[in-house]
């Protein structure tokens, strides 16, 4: 499956953002889909994840101000950011993974990677 994020750009602290992720390729339904993170210096971090049948799950630090979705009939995954701050400063990827039991939260668990779309929040 072929991944494709989008939507990120410059804002304000306080500021929201909604990433989409486009899939193509193979039957997103069938996917695990996460969202992950990156700042310069630092390891990919997870953000949060929607299993195939619609279970979400979230880093601690994002619980309360990000959403995850997805909507199959569009391939698309989408990760509202609500009260955005400047430490989530940072690349964010989409990715999918083979239907897990547990949602996966680490890269690993991930077999398709979108490019990336940066997020940048000045203070």
């Known amino acids: 499956v072929q991944l494709q994020a989008s939507g990120g750009g410059l804002v304000q602290a306080g500021d929201s953002l909604r990433l989409s992720c486009a899939a193509s390729?193979?039957?997103?339904?069938?996917?695990?889909v996460g969202w992950f993170r990156q700042a310069p210096g630092k390891e990919r971090e997870f953000v949060a994840v929607?299993?195939?049948?619609?279970?979400?799950s979230y880093a601690d630090s994002m619980k309360g101000r990000f959403t995850i979705s997805r909507v199959n009939a569009k391939n698309t995954a989408y990760l509202q950011m609500n009260s955005l701050k400047p430490e989530d400063t940072a690349v964010y990827y989409c990715?999918?993974?083979?239907?897990?039991?547990?949602?996966?939260?680490?890269?690993?668990?991930?077999?398709?990677w979108g490019q990336g779309t940066q997020v940048t929040v000045s203070s």
């Open positions: 990715a999918a993974g083979d239907a897990a039991s547990i949602p996966p939260r680490t890269p690993v668990e991930y077999n398709y």
């Open positions: 390729g193979r039957t997103f339904s069938q996917y695990d």
């Open positions: 929607m299993t195939w049948i619609g279970i979400a």
